[in-house]
Every structure is written in C-alpha cells, then in structure tokens.
C-alpha cells in the first residue's frame, strides 16, 4: 500500500472509530464491528471471490442429502441397485467441488482478516504517533501496545475466520430450511415453531456474554501491562528481592483474567447448551412424525433420509451460530477498544494554515509570561509568570532543586505541551501558530536518559537525520568521540544494539545521543544534563564533544551539577517555576542567594 494510501486508511478509520468508540463504551451492541467492516470493504475483489467461494461451498454441502436421496430411492429402490455407481460418481463429484470452495473461501478471507488486521494496526500506530505525551501520561503504553497486539488477533480471528464461518452456517440454514420446504412442507413446519424459543436464549444471555467479553479484554490488557512493566525493571526487582511479591501480584492478575473468562465461558456454553438442546429436541420430534409418514407410505426412504441429513446440517449451522455470536461479541469488545484509540485526536497539531518559522533560523527562544500545570497534575503550577529570552547563540544553563520546572521548559520549547497562559515563541513566531514538525526540525536534543531503540547502530545514529549518508554518519561519530568504540564493534554501524542499548555502556550510549544531535544540524540545542551518572573518563569525552556541538547554536542547558554549567554565558536559577536568579557563576556565588547555597553544598561535599 503506497504512503498516500495509508494516511487515507489511517483518516477513514479515524473517521469510523469517532462513530464507534461510544457504543464500546455502553456495551449494548455490535456497532463497534461496523469500523472492523468499513476496513473490509475497501479490498472488494476479495470479498467477492470469498462470498462466491463461500456459496459453492455451502451449496455442495447442502446437494449431499439430495445426492442421498437419490442413491436411495433411484439407486436401491428403482434401479435395484444395478445404477447405484452414477449416483455415486455424481456424490464425489459434489463432494470435490465442495472440498475446491472450500479451500478458496479459507484463502480469500484469511487473506482479508490478516490485510484488515495489518492496517488497523497501522491505523492505530500511525494516530498514536500523532497524539501529545499527556495522552501518555494518562494510558498506559503497555496497555496500549496490548490493544494492538490482543485485540488485533481476536479481530483477525473475527474476519478471517468467525464471519465467513457465520456467513456459511447462515446460508447452510436458510438454504437448508428451503430446501426442507420442498421435501415436506408439514414436517418443516413443525421444526420451524422452535425457532422463537431458540432466539430468545441468544438475545438475553447475548448481552451478558458480550459485557464479560470486554472486561476479559481488560483483564488481559492489565496482564500485559503488569509483565512488560516487571521485565522492564527486572533488575530493580531482584536487587530489592521482591521477586515473590511480584510473583503473587501477576498471579492475583492472572486469576483475575482466569475469573472474568471461567464466567464468561459458563455463560456461552448455558447459551449453547439452551440453543441445541431445543433445536435437536425439535429435529427428533419432527423426526418421529416424519418416521410415521414413511411407515404410512407418505413419504419415501430416500426423502427421509435427506429431510434427516438437511436437518441435522441445519441443526448444526444455527447451532454453531450460538457460538459464533460469542465470538462476535468478543470482537466487538476488542475493535471498541481499538476505536477508542482511533478515535484520540492530538491535543497538539497544527493551525490551518501555520505560519511559517523565519528563514535562515536564528534559534532565538522566548517565554513570556506564561502560565502552566500539567494536565495530570493541575494542582500543582510548573511555571508560574516565567520570562525569558535566550539570544541566537546564546548558551544558557537553567539550575535550581528538583520540581523547579527545568524540563517544563524543554517540553514547552519542544511544543509537547501549550502553555495555560503566556506565549513561548521561536524566532519570533509564537509556537501554536507555528507546525510542530517545523519546530521540531530546528531543535536537536540530548537528554539523560538516552533512548537507544532496538536497532543497528546506523539506525540509531540516522535518527538524528535519516537521509545521513555512511559518510555523515562517522563524522558526526568522530565529532561526538563515538568513532572509536563504534569501530570496534562486531559489525561496525550494522552491529545489534540490543533493547535499549544493552551493548553500549552509559558513557558510549550518551556518545550516540550526542552523535545524532550533530547529525540533526538544528539551531537550537537542548540538554538536559547529558554528563550525569558518567565515570570521570566518559564525562570527560561526552564534555568534549558537548563542546563541539554547542558551537555556533543557542544552548539551553539543565543542570543538576554545578561544575558543568561555569562557562555558561547567564545561568537561570529557578525555584517552584520562577526565575529568582541569574547571572554568571561568580556573580551568582557572590549574591549568597539560593545558587550560592546550591554551590556550597555540592562543591563542599565533593572537597569533603
């Protein structure tokens, strides 16, 4: 599928899930597979080629006890048995076409639920990575990716095999029934009159199976959540030996999915219980009057025979659509899930028509008066009445105690979040009248906590710029003092990073960081204590090649260790999101201010 095709895809599902997402929510129906279906309609070829598979199936299914009926009665009865081989030869023949259909409507629609599946993934990925980090302060990622992984397979499941099975049990019934008709009005007429008994299980019990579906899927989602977040912090477990209590927790959840799905499954099989024993007690009924007929001569051994066949095939067909309901709950449950994801809109996007930022960048960042809490935390203000002008070149280190509100600047710089009040502005064009991406493509940044993907290291190095040739890429790593231990890697850039840079050590992964930042050429420079938690020799080289890449770039600088930030052009101090000093480091000493203090406890402690 081309890009243009898939941001299209991406809109109609969005579009589809808005109408979907609140029917998730009240649980009543099966709107939710309407968004699963609109997905579906967009490759019709296949759905053409399986619903044509799919009732020649069903149709050479539905001829074997005609093909029955007439071994019996022209075969044995009439033929004496003398033509009983063409008739047969006619049974083999249904029996292959049958066996063809059967085998092009399993590829056709394991084709459409894996297709429908990949681009609701895709659908849903591509939304999220539009979405503001709030939204991920208040959904869990690993819940998150359990929607796409769980709720996507029940979905492929849905389409690729639940519906085609219901559309074929379906035909098989209705066909059936007519064709019973045909045998004998009186006897069908009979087995008809149950029909209104067997729906009513299904609509009553239907609604509790689907309410329990989707808090099975809720279940399994916390499961998830719980593994991927204890894997995560695996170390952190054993170093504080709570391995047992981690172990009790996930199999208090485990239960707790074990619980929602034992109701669950006693519920679907009181359904399909109710269901078949009232349609087979209605087919045996029928049947003692049908034996009644044949004994009085009203009716012929072969026509019986394919009236009991027909019957049984029909008993089946609505039999399993009992069960296929329950499934089709559960996928209604899985795609309002997956709708409520489709249907986020990003708080932060940009203007009809943005304004465009000035060209050439001069990399001059304002805050002026702006007002701002999170939206997880409202009680409590980040910034509050803060101004500041950083000028084009300019290298500014911003200190203070923890909770001061550093890294709210680098958020609101970064256009993560919009102010509450106040205005923050790049080369003079205030940010939301401005694109994000086109923000973000003037600002490179180095953060603590480096984030190195589970990628080679050409990958990991091109993030900063991803049209880098090899060439670029060992420039940037020879300004970053990465090239040495890059080179010596088992595969050079090709090599396997690991998850989240297990190969590397700190100082090297902080070194990558640094190496995509040159890569990413901006104007503007943000790090956010890039030499924290290094040994004296990588701070050392991670120094140095901060060094060469803050030159010529406006530099906002947090830092948590003083010694870092002394040749600073101003250093912020800030305190509960306020300015409350600045200056360089000997002014700032000499005030005996909050810095001064800040100072002395760090410099003194390492001297003692």
């Known amino acids: 599928m081309s890009e243009a095709g898939s941001e299209r895809a991406v809109d109609t599902a969005r579009a589809d899930a808005t109408d979907s997402a609140a029917p998730a929510r009240s649980g009543r129906n099966l709107s939710d597979l309407g968004m ?27 001829a074997i006890p005609s093909s029955f009926r007439l071994i019996i009665d022209r075969g044995f009865v009439q033929g004496g048995g003398g033509d009983i081989g ?11 076409v049958m066996a063809i259909a059967t085998a092009f409507r399993f590829y056709f629609v ?27 302060e208040e959904n869990r990622p690993s819940e998150i990716a359990s929607r796409l992984t769980a709720d996507t397979t029940i979905i492929e499941q849905l389409v690729g095999t639940t519906i085609s099975v219901a559309m074929r049990n379906l035909v098989m019934g209705v066909g059936g029934i007519a064709y019973l008709f045909s045998l004998s009005p009186k006897l069908t007429g009979m087995l008809l009159v149950g029909i209104p008994v067997v729906i009513m299980p299904i609509v009553i019990l239907g609604r509790r199976v689907r309410t329990i579906s989707r808090s099975s899927q809720d279940r399994v989602a916390d499961v998830g959540a719980m593994v ?13 030996g709570q391995q047992n209590r981690e172990a009790g927790r996930f199999g208090a959840a485990v239960e707790a ?59 089946g067909a609505f039999g399993a659509l009992t069960e296929i309901y329950g499934d089709l709950l559960r996928g209604a449950g899985a795609a309002g899930r997956l709708a409520e994801l489709l249907a ?25 008066h702006v007002e701002f809490r999170y939206p997880t935390r409202r009680e409590t203000s980040a910034l509050a009445d803060f101004s500041l002008t950083v000028k084009p070149g300019e290298t500014v280190a911003v200190v203070g105690p923890s909770g001061a509100g550093k890294s709210t600047l680098f958020q609101l710089i970064q256009r993560f979040y919009d102010p509450d009040a106040g205005r923050v502005l790049l080369d003079g064009v205030a940010l939301p009248d401005a694109d994000p991406a086109d923000i973000r493509e ?27 040739s090899d060439e670029a890429l060992w420039a940037a790593a020879e300004a970053a003092n990465a090239a040495e231990f890059l080179r010596k890697l088992p595969d050079g850039l090709d090599t396997f990073m690991g998850e989240g840079g297990a190969r590397l050590s700190g100082g090297q992964r902080q070194r990558v960081a640094i190496a995509r930042a040159i890569l990413r050429d901006a104007p503007v420079l943000l790090l956010d204590e890039a030499t924290s938690a290094l040994d004296a020799q ?71």
Do not use: C
């Open 228 to 240: 991927s977040e204890v894997l995560g912090a695996m170390k952190i477990v054993q170093a504080f």
């Open 36 to 62: 699963v279906w609109r997905m579906a309609v967009r490759y019709p070829g296949h759905i053409a080629a399986a619903a044509v598979a799919m009732l020649v199936a069903a149709g050479a299914t539905l």
């Open 344 to 368: 986020q809109k990003p708080v932060i996007a940009a203007p009809a028509t943005p304004s465009p930022l000035p060209v050439p960048a001069r990399g001059e960042i304002r805050f002026d």
């Open 538 to 608: 990588s701070e050392r080289l991670v120094q140095q090649a901060l060094e060469r890449l803050m030159t010529d770039r406006t530099t906002i600088v947090i830092a948590h260790r003083l010694a870092t930030v002394r040749s600073a052009d101003r250093i912020i101090v800030m305190e509960d999101g306020r300015i409350v000093e600045q200056g360089d480091h000997d002014s700032l000493t000499a005030q005996g201010g909050l810095y001064a203090r800040l100072a002395r406890l760090q410099f003194d402690g390492a001297l003692a």
């Open 110 to 136: 394991s084709w459409l639920g894996e297709r429908v599946v990949a681009d609701l993934r895709l659908a849903v990925q591509r939304n999220l990575l539009r979405l503001s980090p709030s939204f991920f």
């Open 86 to 96: 063409r008739w047969f030869q006619y049974l083999l023949l249904i029996v292959v």
């Open 257 to 315: 999915v074990f619980g929602t799905a034992r109701r669950r499954i006693m519920l679907r099989a009181v359904m399909t219980a109710t269901v078949i024993g009232l349609i087979f007690g209605a087919i045996a009924l029928v049947m003692w009057q049908g034996a009644l007929d044949v004994a009085a001569g009203r009716m012929s051994g072969g026509t019986i025979a394919a009236f009991v066949l027909t019957g049984g095939l029909v008993a």
């Open 442 to 468: 003037r600002i490179a940044m180095v953060p603590q906590e480096t984030v190195i993907f589970a990628a080679s290291a050409r990958d990991n190095l091109r993030y900063g710029n991803w049209d880098a």
